[in-house]
């Protein structure tokens, strides 16, 4: 293991101010990073937790925090896989953690949304929602929001967890909402997307997408990108308001709960329909298409032009992003339902059997 120990130290060193704070890396939810990744991929190590992994590690000063379906969040030191601590929920976490500064934030399945120091895994504060957590935090100032099953998609204060605000839809929220420069954003099982005014919570317009959204809406620039679990996909013009493309799938199984990345004219979709396919940002058609083996639930994300996700056949693919062609991809085990985080050339992803993967 002597290349991956060189790896690891030069990761170490130059690795420490790169890092994926949250579930989608950034703020705009875009699925893509600066970083690229070398390959062929090998994987340096792999490391058991205790329950599956559904959700997309949170990486920050070269420290992987990882949530699992059995109620741990692990912060675990990725040059040596040193666990500094470990904190135990007595609900399961689907939702990944987002570092702010010196805190972790995630809900889980019990509905609880917390604040863990950074350092100790200790709870800050923690606030009650009145239905599970699936949706992962998104920082806003000095404000972390989120959605929740009963509804509602919150805005908390980060030091104290006190509530600034609360939008209420009649149906769940699923997806993470997203923070462009036209506010909060964020579609649920109402079938609609709503966009809000950060500081108050108040809706400045709402989108109809036709029936539930699982997946996180991607947005870039004036535009946001969304698909259903009716594999309904949609461009909405923030600026002007108005629905700009919006086309359906009709591939046998479709449906969409990965949430889509968004970069250079191009915005990718992975689908039930068994397939992670590209359409034009600006009109919607068709760009190309790759097939997998089975349904595709991972997020893709796209490092220096390369798409890698998961697939519930057990691997992980790259593909070019510009025409989909496949450049690699490596077999971890079992299904692959969670997404991928990326930095400094290092792709960290967990399994349904409950591995956390660390590759180059």
Sequence with gaps: M??????????????????????????RNSGVTASSVPLPLRQIWSMPLDGPIESTPAISDGVAYVSTMTGWVYAIRITDRKLLWRFKSPSA??????????????GDEGGVFYALDKANGRPKWHVQTG???VSSG????????????????????QLSGRRRWVFTTPAPIHGTPAISQYGVI??????????????TGKQKASFPIGTNVAASTATEGRFAFVASVKAEYSAIDLFSRRTIWHEGESEDGAGCYSSPAVEGGLVLFGSRSRRLFA??????A??????????????PVIAAGIAFFGCNDGFLYAVRASDGKRVDAIRLGGKITASPAIVSGL?????????????R
């Design 93 to 106: 976490f689907s939702a990944s953690p987002t570092v702010v500064e010196n805190r972790v934030f995630l």
């Design 2 to 27: 002597k290349f991956a120990s060189l790896f690891l130290l030069s990761l170490a060193a130059n690795g420490q101010g790169a890092d994926w704070n949250c579930f989608r890396g950034d703020i």
């Design 186 to 199: 964020a579609a649920g099982c109402d079938g609609k997307l709503h966009l809000l005014n950060p500081q």
């Design 138 to 157: 998104v920082a806003t100032g000095n404000d972390i929001v989120f959605g929740s099953y009963d509804g509602s998609i919150y805005c908390l204060k």
């Design 286 to 299: 068709g760009r190309w298409t790759f097939r997998t083996k089975e349904i595709v639930d991972s997020s």
């Design 279 to 284: 359409v034009d940002a600006a009109s919607g």
């Design 131 to 133: 239905d599970k957590i």
């Design 347 to 359: 792709i960290l992803i967990g399994g349904e059997d409950g591995t956390l993967h660390a590759l």
